[in-house]
């Protein structure tokens, strides 16, 4: 195992957490993609993908468990870089058939990738705000809900939750709409769509 490169992958997404929470506790994380994150972001991509080019992806028998979900966090992150997460995606897959990477943390690449693009989740894993400050998969953005359960059962997920409080000091933003219209235009210009 590759003591030093887990506790590298590690720390990256400490800091990002760090920040995460520093931001959703000023409220500052609602109002779009904020600078300061998206530094981070950026920095921890650059690194993985520098990581990537060296040893291929960072899977369990090189890292850790949590090692290589710390690398698939970074990846998930990496929201400004779409040619990275489109990239990435088959080596999460290959990595999650050999048992070298999570089927969930695939399934929820997957389904992040596809929201950037505009296209219907299919596993039902990424949420929005609704009016009342709940999160929320709306029914027309997931691809054939009837057979959700089937698919996230696969992908190692537990049964669908339509609707769900959000998680601890996140806070929704003052306009819902708003915020949707301004990650869209977002999502256009930085390549995703």
């Known amino acids: 195992m590759r003591t030093e490169l887990r506790e590298e992958l590690l720390a990256l997404i400490d800091e990002d957490e760090r920040v995460r929470e520093r931001l959703a506790a000023d409220g500052s994380l609602a109002a779009g993609y904020h600078p300061e994150m998206e ?8 690194r993985l993908r520098a990581i990537v080019g060296e040893i291929g992806w960072p899977g369990k028998s090189e890292v850790g468990e949590d090692g290589a979900h710390a690398a698939w966090q970074i990846l998930q992150h990496a929201i400004g ?7 990435m995606l088959p080596a ?3 990595a999650a058939a050999e048992g070298e990477a999570s089927k969930p943390d695939l399934a929820m690449l997957e389904d992040r990738i596809r929201v950037f693009e505009g296209r219907p989740q299919r596993y039902g894993t990424q949420y929005d705000w609704d009016d009342t400050g709940m999160w ?26 339509w ?4 998680p601890e000091g996140e806070t929704p933003p003052d306009d819902v709409e708003a915020k949707r219209r301004e990650m869209d235009e977002w999502a256009r210009q930085i390549g995703w769509r």
Do not use: C, F, Q, W
């Open 81 to 87: 870089e779409p040619d990275l997460m489109r990239g």
């Open 136 to 161: 929320m998969v709306p029914m027309g953005t997931v691809e054939d809900p009837g057979s959700i359960d089937v698919r996230r059962k696969a992908a190692g997920l537990p049964p669908m939750v």
């Open 92 to 94: 999460v897959a290959a």
């Open 39 to 46: 530094e981070v972001h950026r920095r921890n991509a650059g």
């Open 163 to 166: 609707r769900k409080p959000p």
